[in-house]
């Protein structure tokens, strides 16, 4: 079983909808991160979280909300979709100082 | 400026050639990691090195600190390699946790 998972995998939803992003995690890690990632543009950190009560911005942070329910989990809202918020989403965990680990990406088209 | 950047962006090689993707990062860095994105999306941790060198099967890693530089080798490169490779920085100003992206470099490896 995979170590990281998204929830959904796709969606198409359309203008003004709110979506929410799931990610669960089985490694144990304090640390989990969400990205988008746009074609010619390097992923970029939308928030993070270091363990359950510590939630921060990340630089494209605008138009999204977090939840961390718990360890595992870290989910990603959109409260109201809108079209140049199509994109790949990425959640990934990290144990510190080391490597991260990525979910399966969540390809996201608002209409 | 992007404070991460890789060369080439695209790189077309027969089976069995040598492959070297370059980095460039313009601040100071606690660690390089060394990504590779498949085709289908999901994104894979190769290295993680903030001096020298690392080898993994046909894969090499090395860094220069002083020149802000390092190097993704491949030999005997395959077509599974096929992917998009990603270089990302860990900044001390974000606490070492926080990673910044470089575009990346897609690899197409030719039977």
């Known amino acids: 079983d995979a170590d990281v998972t998204q929830t959904p995998r796709n969606r198409i939803t359309k203008t003004g909808k709110r979506i929410m992003l799931e990610c669960s995690q089985t490694k144990g890690h304090d640390r989990m991160y969400w990205y988008r990632q746009d074609p010619g543009l390097g992923l970029r950190l939308i928030y993070y979280?270091?363990?359950?009560?510590?939630?921060n911005k990340g630089e494209i942070s605008d138009g999204y909300s977090v939840s961390r329910q718990a360890q595992a989990k870290f989910s990603l809202s959109l409260e109201s979709a809108i079209p140049n918020q199509t994109a790949l989403y990425f959640c990934?965990?990290?144990?510190?100082?080391?490597?991260?680990?990525f979910g399966p990406g969540t390809r996201l088209t608002v209409l | 400026k992007n404070e991460v950047e890789q060369s080439p962006q695209n790189l077309t090689a027969q089976e069995g050639e040598f492959i070297t993707i370059n980095c460039s990062y313009s601040?100071?860095?606690?660690?390089l990691h060394w990504l590779q994105q498949h085709p289908g999306g999901g994104i894979v941790s190769l290295f993680m090195l903030s001096s020298g060198k690392k080898k993994h099967g046909r894969l090499i890693a090395t860094i220069n600190i002083q020149e802000k530089h390092s190097s993704l080798h491949i030999t005997a490169s395959h077509p599974r390699d096929s992917a998009v490779y990603i270089c990302?920085?860990?900044?001390?100003?974000?606490?070492?946790?926080?990673?910044?992206f470089g575009t990346g470099t897609r690899l197409t490896i030719i039977p």
């Open positions: 601040v100071g860095i606690s660690a």
């Open positions: 979280s270091f363990d359950v009560k510590d939630i």
């Open positions: 990302a920085v860990s900044l001390p100003r974000f606490g070492n946790e926080k990673l910044t």
């Open positions: 990934a965990t990290s144990g510190g100082l080391a490597e991260q680990f």
